[in-house]
């Protein structure tokens, strides 16, 4: 009688266990760190959770890089409230702060003594995309450097422009760029005096290191031709775009895609 009473009583419980909802009437609030693009421990979210509903969601990364990262840790917290859900889409060009984020979140669940599977439902971001459309002169993808320089160009001669960036920040490369932007043959060079000559002659010495690379060794040649005519008549300054691939492909070893 006892051991059937026990059987039953313990079915009872698993029944419980198995259709409680996952609801949490009380609010609970936990705080978690995780790594992230600024170092260990970089990033801290609290999480607060009230009736089964992730209520807020608060991310704090100040190492994070300023428009990359912070842009990440400005958005994956109201996305989270939004679809009551941890598993959100990590921001592409801030993956290393996503995934502090997102790693911080689900500790943040478990330290206020919920259960992260709990909240980890698909979000939503597969759904259909709509069509629209828009009327422009010209259409520009990639709002990195060259894009936006290309944006304005056409802006100023009174066209109207659209730029349209893949990432959820603007700037690609070119916000990355650490010291002043190369260029060739510009006219500001020209007002300029040459006094590259050394600079110009290491690049051709160590072309001669890719001799069996086609294409460095027919540039090398091109950019000596070129330097041997301007050396004969000596006006403005010598650089020139040949020169600028030269240099850019053997700073990169030979192995750049031309
Ligand atoms: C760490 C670092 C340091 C550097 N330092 C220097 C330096 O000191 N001096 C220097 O001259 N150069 C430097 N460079 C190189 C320089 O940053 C790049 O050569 C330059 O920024 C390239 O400009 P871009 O506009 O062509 O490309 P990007 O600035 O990379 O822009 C391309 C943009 O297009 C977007 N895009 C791509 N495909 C699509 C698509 N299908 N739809 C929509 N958008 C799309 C990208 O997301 C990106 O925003 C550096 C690069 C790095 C990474």
Redesign the pocket.
């Known amino acids: 009688m006892k051991r059937r009473v026990f059987l039953i009583l313990s079915v009872i419980t698993m029944a419980v266990i198995a259709f409680s909802p996952v609801s949490q009437a009380a609010e609970v609030t936990g705080t978690a760190k995780a790594d992230g693009f600024g170092g260990p421990d970089a990033i801290t979210v609290t999480i607060t959770v009230e009736d089964g509903k992730i209520k807020s969601v608060k991310a704090e990364g100040p190492k994070e890089t300023e428009g990359i990262g912070s842009v990440a840790i400005q958005k994956l917290p109201a996305e989270m409230v939004e679809k009551n859900s941890i598993n959100v889409d990590g921001m592409?060009?801030a993956t290393f702060s996503s995934t502090g984020i997102l790693k911080a979140a689900e500790a943040a669940l478990k330290a206020a003594g919920v259960n992260p599977e709990d909240y980890k439902k698909s979000s939503d971001s597969a759904k259909a995309a709509e069509e629209k459309i828009f009327e422009t002169d010209v259409a520009i993808?990639?709002?990195?450097?060259?894009?936006?320089v290309a944006a304005i160009t056409a802006a100023d001669a009174g066209k109207k422009v659209i730029l349209?960036?893949?990432?959820a920040m603007?700037?690609?490369?070119?916000?990355?760029?650490?010291?002043?932007?190369?260029?060739a043959h510009t006219p500001e060079q020209d007002k300029n005096k040459f006094g590259e000559n050394a600079g110009i002659e290491k690049t051709l010495k160590a072309a001669e290191k890719f001799s069996d690379n086609k294409f460095i060794a027919d540039l090398a040649a091109k950019v000596k031709a070129q330097y041997e005519a301007w050396k004969a008549d000596p006006k403005g300054y010598f650089d020139s775009v040949e020169l600028m691939e030269l240099d850019t492909i053997i700073g990169g070893h030979g192995i750049n895609n031309p």
């Open positions: 592409t060009g993808i990639g709002a990195g450097g060259a894009g936006m349209i960036e893949k990432q603007v700037g690609g490369n070119s916000v990355r760029s650490t010291g002043g932007m190369n260029a």
